[in-house]
């Protein structure tokens, strides 16, 4: 094992509090730097969830018209036209008729209708 000589600990010691101070005058206002990026992603990730806060109460107001858009679309074309009134109009007389002129397959033709 090596031997240290007093002079040799003396020079050890005076190497390691160089680098400290060396270091300490490099890094010095490290502290506020990192403070300031955190408060900066604070800041943005603020932003960010009430932009989307924002964004969603639209999506959410879209959806719900659209919904009630498409509520009349009898045929589920995406259209509410006149034939669509029609069908709800002759199935309401249907019901009352007791009529059963239900197209299950969706083809277009009746099931109770003979080919």
Known sequence: MLAFTTDQWIIVLLVFVLGLLVGGFIFSGGGRKWKHRYNTEVDRRTE????????????????????????????????????????????????????????????????????
């Not at 960010?48 to 924002?54: D, F, I, K, M, V």
């Not at 659209?66 to 589920?76: F, I, M, V, Y």
Request: without cysteine; proline residues 1%; aromatic residues 2%.
């Open 48 to 115: 960010l969830e009430r932009l989307h806060a924002e964004r969603e109460k639209e999506w959410r107001e879209r959806d719900s018209l659209r919904a009630a858009a498409l509520k009349g679309d009898r045929n589920r074309d995406g259209v509410v036209d006149s034939r669509d009134e029609e069908i709800e109009r002759r199935s309401a007389e249907d019901r009352r008729s007791g009529i059963d002129r239900r197209d299950r397959d969706g083809d277009g033709i009746p099931d109770d209708r003979e080919i």
